[in-house]
């Protein structure tokens, strides 16, 4: 059974857990939409080289 | 010759590897962390840290990829310094800021974690003062890389940079073995096997093979998007000089 009554650490628990989130979304977020955006820079030159 | 597979030898067959092993790493991560979560939040409080052994989960993984990233960067900065591989430098540029986030991590959970536990949110000793420094050398590697422009030399800046600091590494490790220290000595890999209870054992695994698969797939996309970056940048040079 889920046990998510962190009781009186609740303050120390879900903070980390939610800090861990939004690190995680914003390696992932960053990850792809530079990667994204250079590969369309990337291949915009190349048809435009073509 | 370099000792690597192809694959990382050859941008295009690199390319070709990573375009599928990279989601596959991404969708290894995911299940791993719900299951490992799964079994964290159903795991028993400690009997002496309550509720609070949960943190443990999510800032054990987070300290062991700080430094595995960091050897994978040292790694990298050998490879692109010795071989001038400009695979191995864009690994190692991919990694900084991903090595840096975990680091991050590691240093503000352990912080929610320390002020219940030992009722200081920080204390001066080896252990975290080492780990601070692991996270100043990311930042000054991705804020030497960023200050030259010229390609070649901020890649060799920065390797030497990379490989000073991996001195630093063994005294993370062994900080808590020399000198006195309220954080706890390993309990998972040690002589004589891990002295955590199988219950928070095996989440915790779980879960740190959830951050390396995490990492994995985010330093693929980020290795990916620094070659797309350097193929942009070269055919927008060929073109300024046509």
Known sequence: ?50 | MIPAPAFLTNPERFMAFSRWAAPMFGAIAIILALAGLWLGFTAPEDYQQGDTVRIMFIHVPAAWMSMFVYVCLGVSSFLAFVFRHALADAAAQACAPLGAAFTFLALVTGSLWGRPMWGAWWVWDARLTSVLVLFLFYLAYMALRASIDDEAKAARASAILALVGLVNLPIVHWSVTWWNSLHQGASVFRAGGPTLSAVFLWPLLLMGLAYTAAFGSLWLVRIRGEVWRRRAEAAALRAART
Not at chain 1, 12 to 41: E, N
């Open chain 1, 1 to 50: 059974m889920l046990d998510l009554d962190a009781g009186k650490y609740a303050a120390f628990i879900w903070p980390a857990y939610a800090l861990t989130a939004v690190v995680f979304a914003g390696m992932i977020g960053f990850s792809l939409t530079h990667a994204r955006r250079w590969r369309r820079r990337a291949e915009q030159l190349r048809d435009a080289d073509q």
